[in-house]
């Protein structure tokens, strides 16, 4: 849920700072006054385009916070248009905001709701409602897309005999060579064999001065009965004494892993022959085949191995082929077909749920429909989707891009998020006058519309319908003010006799002030 955001320097706001409450959160203020700013500050703190043009004039750089219940992300534009960004204090890309911002808040606003006519949202949505898993088809379409992927390569194959023989000598070469995993050590092995003696002389000295009678680890030992009788009349040299212990056992400890380490050392001059001749093969070939490590080549040998397997048996592995292609593609015309039967189970649910709701919001004689086409496989099914939308009897049902207003299309899209709210992850759900275009009787079904979605979800709502914001559990005043030549915008929470007056204000009640007070009241008693 978003706690509060904070907004400096960022287009016609100087500084806000706004506490948002669970529910139904909504914002009112005139015309041009900053609400959609605030927004737009919330888009941009999760990842929204910057640029330097929302810069306030005069201001080095603007800066936009918002914190959630375990997270807090923070990003600054400059004037210059260099843009800065931190999740809990540590840097971020933009791509983090982005990904992080569709797990916390759900925007939608005149452009967002554009997404609700895109063929790919309205199947997200559509699966999101029948919670349809998808995981069994993308499996097998991705096994048939790989075994056509193959059978493509082995077909275009020139697979001549010069290649032929390349590829038998280095897979002879390397098989001989029986590069393993220890390899990408031997490096290593050979220069500590290299320097072998040297190396045993000096663990030698090591141990017996941190080890032996006479080491330091002996003399500290030795010197315990002293602490234990310091620590009698000074309380501190028990600390002493334990410190000397960690030492004592950390020196013991040490002298042992030195010793372990020489003693594995082989200091046999033919062991060292063998050892240089195998590092002299293994450069030898990772020079050759341009590989970073000598594990490498065991990879490489096994990719060389299946190549000769395929060109020496081409049509015999074509055919092998073509049998695993169709297989593979039976397999996802039957996943498809079990996807599509899923989903038009679904879009029957949907249709209904969806017309239900509007013709709460005014579309007394709408119909909604799912439309399914078959189609060629695809990764996300075997069909094509379209939401349908017919807005008056007599009318056929089309394409909502064909035939949806802007305020249809808001319209469509709460009265899917009115049943999908239960579906969605993201807590926070951002409204930016989806309630544009309708009159007062349906602003209130908007309203008590929104309330229901706030029930599962903390839901924020620009509206310039009293009769929507009457419904909000927190409401906030934006308003604009200009001081000393400059335009300010201040964002006030009201309630009571002050939220009285907002909604009056939105009324229209300057003429008859005392009728219109009347009548917000009687809006709030009602919401309440």
């Not at 452009?111 to 309205?122: D, M």
């Not at 394409?399 to 899209?413: K, N, Q, T, W, Y």
């Not at 310039?464 to 300010?488: D, I, N």
Request: glycine share 6%.
């Amino acid at each position: 849920m978003l706690k509060s955001l904070s907004v400096s320097n960022l287009a016609v706001i100087e500084r806000a700072e706004v506490e948002f409450a669970p529910g139904l959160n909504v914002l009112t203020g005139e015309t041009g006054a900053g609400k959609s700013v605030l927004t737009g500050a919330l888009a941009l703190a999760l990842g929204g385009r910057a640029d330097s043009t929302v810069v306030r004039d005069g201001a080095k750089e603007a800066e936009v916070e918002a914190v959630f219940d375990d997270t807090v992300v923070r990003r600054t534009v400059s004037a210059t248009g260099r843009t800065r960004a931190w999740i809990n204090d540590e840097a971020a890309s933009v791509a983090d905001l982005k990904e992080l911002g569709r797990t916390l808040v759900d925007i939608h606003g005149p452009r967002a709701n554009q997404r609700l006519l895109e063929e790919s949202f309205q199947r997200d949505t559509l699966d999101a409602h029948g919670r349809i898993d998808r995981t069994a088809y993308a499996a097998a379409f991705d096994r048939w897309r790989a075994c056509v992927a193959r059978r493509d390569a082995l077909r275009d194959a020139a697979g001549g005999a010069d290649e032929l023989d390349l590829l038998r000598f280095q897979v002879e070469e390397l098989s001989a060579a029986d590069i393993t995993a220890e390899d990408d050590t031997l490096a290593e092995r050979h220069a500590a064999a290299a320097h072998a003696e040297e190396i045993v002389t000096a663990a030698n000295e090591i141990t017996e001065a941190i080890g032996g009678d006479q080491s330091a680890a002996e003399i500290l030992i030795r010197l315990q009965p002293r602490f234990a009788a310091l620590a009698r009349h000074l309380p501190e040299a028990a600390d002493w004494a334990r410190e000397a212990d960690d030492l004592t056992l950390k020196l013991q400890e040490l002298s042992r892993s030195v010793a372990d380490t020489a003693s594995r050392l082989d200091a046999d001059p033919a062991a060292f022959a063998e050892l240089d001749a195998r590092l002299g093969t293994v450069s030898r070939l990772v020079r050759k085949y341009r590989v970073a490590a000598p594990s490498a080549l065991a990879e490489l040998l096994a990719a060389k191995r299946t190549r000769l397997d395929d060109l020496e048996n081409r049509d015999a592995k074509l055919a092998e082929l073509d049998r695993a292609v169709a297989d593979a593609f039976g397999a996802v015309e039957a996943a498809g077909a079990a996807l599509t039967a899923r989903r038009r189970a679904a879009g029957a649910a949907l249709a209904k749920a969806v017309t239900r709701e509007l013709r709460d919001l005014g579309f007394l004689q709408a119909k909604f429909a799912v439309r399914l086409a078959p189609a060629e496989p695809a990764a996300h099914g075997c069909d094509t989707l379209a939401y349908l939308f017919e807005p008056n009897p007599g009318e056929s049902a089309r394409p909502l891009a064909d035939i949806a207003s802007s305020g249809e299309i808001a319209r469509v899209m709460l009265a899917l998020k009115s049943i999908l709210a239960a579906d969605e992850s993201a807590p926070t759900i951002v409204f930016d006058e989806i309630d544009a275009n309708v009159g007062g009787e349906i602003g209130r079904v908007v309203g008590e519309k929104m309330r229901r979605v706030a029930a599962r979800r903390q839901v924020i709502a620009i509206t310039h319908l009293p009769q929507s914001a009457v419904y909000g559990a927190r409401h906030l005043v934006v308003a604009k003010a200009v001081a000393g030549g400059r335009t300010r915008t201040t964002v006030e929470a009201v309630a009571g006799a002050a939220r009285v007056k907002e909604i009056a204000r939105m009324l229209g009640g300057e003429r008859r002030p005392g009728v219109v007070t009347r009548h917000a009241e009687e809006l709030l008693a009602r919401a309440e």
